[in-house]
């Protein structure tokens, strides 16, 4: 089955500490987002990728940051510098600019990172 | 810059009721794509429906239509007999034809009331 996976479901760490969250599809989609979820707040988009090896920031990229070396994947690292970063943290894909006939954003089941 | 507004927080309906929730936009683009997504307790978002800028004629998904003003720049989403199932947050997104990012209102809460 086609879909995004991000590992793990739940996440704990120590204030201080760079932590890694993982993004993965086989939709063979072009673009790829990852977004931040605070109650109240709706999606905040913390950054995107167009294609491979390229990347925008979104609103709310200060202390995040990210790679894309490989279409299936997209790895978001919170660094010690996000002052907040507790929060619900979504990815997701779409097909990109190229087919908007049947483009829409397919989202992965999300990680919960708390941060002690 | 594209917004996306969901004056609507919380909502609540009778199961068995009809039910609309509004979302407003604002963009200097002529063509774009209008989505509502759903995100139940699971948190797992799902797509509910889309409209294309261009098709005067409002998307229909069994229990879920819209009412596309293009005017006006409203998408309203309604929910015909709700269902318990329904209940969850309702996110509204705008997608430019010209770009990739999404943008998203805050969403509203559904509570469906048995």
């Known amino acids: 089955d086609g879909g995004i996976t991000q590992s793990p479901k739940y996440l704990f760490r120590k204030e201080g500490q760079n932590v890694t969250l993982s993004c993965e599809q086989n939709?063979?989609?072009?673009?790829m987002y990852w977004y931040r979820q605070d109650p109240g707040q709706g999606l905040r988009l913390i950054y995107y990728?167009?294609?491979?090896?390229?990347?925008q920031k979104g609103d709310i990229a200060e202390g995040y940051s990210v790679s894309r070396e490989k279409k299936e994947s997209f790895p978001l690292t919170v660094t010690s510098a996000q002052k907040n970063p507790t929060a619900f943290y979504l990815c997701?894909?779409?097909?990109?600019?190229?087919?908007?006939?049947?483009?829409?954003?397919?989202f992965g089941p999300g990680t919960r990172l708390t941060v002690l | 810059a594209q917004t996306v507004t969901q004056s609507q927080p919380e909502m609540s309906v009778q199961e068995a009721e009809t039910v609309t929730l509004s979302c407003t936009y604002d963009?200097?683009?002529?063509?774009?794509?209008l989505f509502w997504y759903k995100q139940p307790p699971s948190r797992q978002m799902i797509l509910v429906i889309r409209?294309?800028?261009?098709?005067?004629q409002n998307a229909t998904e069994n229990r879920f239509s819209v009412n596309f003003q293009k005017a006006a720049k409203s998408f309203s989403l309604k929910i015909s007999d709700s269902q318990l199932g329904d209940t969850a947050m309702y996110f509204c997104?705008?997608?430019?034809?010209?770009?990739?990012?999404?943008?998203f209102g805050t969403g509203t809460s559904l509570t469906v009331i048995p």
């Open positions: 997701a894909s779409s097909i990109g600019v190229w087919d908007r006939i049947i483009d829409e954003q397919f």
């Open positions: 939709l063979n989609h072009d673009a």
């Open positions: 990728s167009q294609i491979v090896n390229d990347f």
């Open positions: 963009t200097s683009e002529s063509n774009y794509y």
């Open positions: 409209q294309e800028a261009y098709k005067q």
């Open positions: 997104a705008f997608l430019p034809n010209t770009g990739n990012q999404f943008y």
